[in-house]
């Protein structure tokens, strides 16, 4: 009996020719060392006022209950590029990378315990991120979900 995936018949004898003979591989022999280079700590971000700093620039619609997704996703797709008239509703915006809905699929009648926890958490860490500027176009702002942000 064969152990799937060895080696067999005359591939197994070549192997085992070019390793008695010299010729096997010799890993890292022609590694030579980098040169470091004392390279300014700097890349093209943005300063927030409160200290972070972003790599991006996005204006996030969050929505707090399932109802108000579609309207989200609707409203960040009227400032999406065209592609086939190439009209860009923010080319007047250079600074601002792009409008995002943040939705999801909970919210309305949502107890008080753990899925409701996470709920708040989630949406006051996307509310929180640096990459979204303090801003906020928010959905429906259910009774369960009120004090998210």
């Not at 753990?114 to 979204?132: D, I, K, S, W």
Request: overall charge positive; hydrophobic content about 35%.
């Amino acid at each position: 009996m064969e152990v799937f995936g060895a080696k067999a018949g005359p591939q197994r004898a070549r192997d085992r020719d070019r390793i008695t003979s010299g010729h096997e591989n010799a890993f890292g022999v022609d590694v030579t060392p980098t040169p470091n280079f004392d390279l300014p700590a700097t890349f093209q971000g943005i300063r927030r006022p409160d200290g972070r700093v972003a790599t991006r620039n996005y204006i996030g619609i969050l929505t707090s209950v399932n109802c108000s997704a579609h309207v989200a996703g609707m409203v960040a797709d009227v400032f999406k590029k065209n592609p086939f008239t190439g009209d860009n509703p923010l080319a007047d915006f250079p600074n601002v990378d792009g409008v995002v809905a943040l939705t999801h699929k909970t919210g309305c009648g949502m107890t008080q315990d753990e899925p409701l926890a996470l709920l708040r958490r989630t949406l006051g860490g996307y509310a929180r991120h640096v990459n979204f500027p303090p801003w906020w176009c928010s959905g429906s702002a259910a009774r369960s979900t009120r004090s998210a942000a």
